[in-house]
């Protein structure tokens, strides 16, 4: 798995109390992918955060190029640590724009330079 690749994964809803299957773009590095887990953020085309994102999302510009169905925003404050086998895809990838856009959300998420 590389990093920007978007495949599906459970995330759970924030009540930890059930999963819902979605999309979610690969943020860990390469040679961190080689182990067994992968991490993940998720993607969601909700109408609410694509008319107010929330801090660290970042809207997809290329979501077509990507290989997503709708508009989408990736919501670099909801990241996820995964086992690799509970991953399936790959959906397709971010653009290295949109993927540049996304390290920044996460750099803003977790407040690094």
Do not use: H
């Not at 999963?19 to 887990?37: I, M, Q, T």
Request: net charge positive; aromatic share 4%.
């Amino acid at each position: 798995m590389e990093r920007g690749e978007l495949v599906l994964a459970p995330f759970p809803y924030s009540n930890q109390r059930a999963l819902k299957r979605r999309p979610a773009c690969v943020v860990s590095a390469s040679a961190y992918n080689e182990g067994p887990d992968v991490i993940v953020a998720m993607v969601t085309s909700s109408a609410a955060r694509l008319s107010r994102p929330g801090f660290g999302d970042v809207l997809v510009e290329d979501w077509r190029a990507a290989g997503l169905l709708r508009p989408s925003v990736v919501r670099a404050g909801r990241i996820l640590v995964i086992e690799r086998p509970l991953l399936s895809g790959p959906l397709g990838s971010l653009t290295a724009s949109d993927l540049r856009a996304v390290e920044e959300g996460l750099r803003a998420v977790l407040d690094l330079s």
